[in-house]
């Protein structure tokens, strides 16, 4: 309150003016100066007082005029544009996880359709379309060799966890991984060569 009262405008009234105007003695001078700075606060704070209820009310009054608009389904998906769909000739949807889940059998048919585009573009042998997805395989986290057709699982250090190294689907031992990359560590040079596996995106790679 003393803050409000500091920062209110206050009338300057000199004593010659009051004595002229008044005539009244000094002590009457300063109840009177008082009483007409008491007058001017009251007045301020009435009016702030005013000017808040004012803007309250203009608030309050904000969700009446939203009732003449129809509720949208919450479950609908609305766009900012009109599209001519009779004139799209492909359909395709971005697979970043924003508008849906995806259930497990995304996976396997993005890992069938990576099996026959391999076998009938790259000349891939027929024997990898034998090949079956399996869920419980990949994890977030693994990198994959690029250069040498490894998935590794690799520790704070930047070295190649011993349970944690396959070749495909066969399971390296020490002394493979050692004879592969001289040691268990990934230097530096190694690791412009390796892609991570990091988001549920990778798993069907």
């Not at 608009?69 to 009779?86: A, F, S, T």
């Not at 419980?136 to 704070?156: A, E, N, S």
Request: some cysteine; charged content about 25%; aromatic content about 14%.
């Amino acid at each position: 309150m003393s803050r409000l009262l500091s920062s209110l405008p206050r009338r300057a009234l000199s004593s010659t003016q009051l004595r002229s105007d008044v005539g009244c003695s000094s002590r009457a001078y300063g109840v009177i100066a008082q009483s007409v700075q008491a007058s001017d606060i009251q007045d301020d704070i009435a009016k702030i007082r005013r000017d808040f209820l004012a803007v309250k009310e203009n608030f309050v009054r904000i969700p009446d005029a939203l009732k003449g608009i129809p509720k949208m389904n919450p479950l609908g998906i609305y766009v900012n544009k009109n599209l001519r769909l009779d004139n799209i000739q492909v359909y395709g949807f971005d697979y970043d996880y924003t508008l849906a889940h995806y259930s497990p059998n995304l996976q396997t048919l993005i890992y069938d359709l990576a099996k026959e585009y391999m076998v009938n573009e790259f000349k891939y042998p027929q024997s990898c379309l034998e090949f079956k997805y399996d869920p419980t395989f990949p994890i977030r986290g693994l990198y994959y060799d690029k250069l040498k057709g490894c998935l590794l699982k690799l520790d704070f250090f930047g070295s190649i966890e011993p349970d944690g190294c396959y070749f495909g689907r066969h399971k390296l031992s020490r002394k493979e991984i050692v004879e592969i990359y001289g040691t268990r560590h990934i230097g530096r040079d190694q690791l412009w060569g390796l892609v991570g596996l990091m988001d549920f995106f990778c798993f069907s790679e």
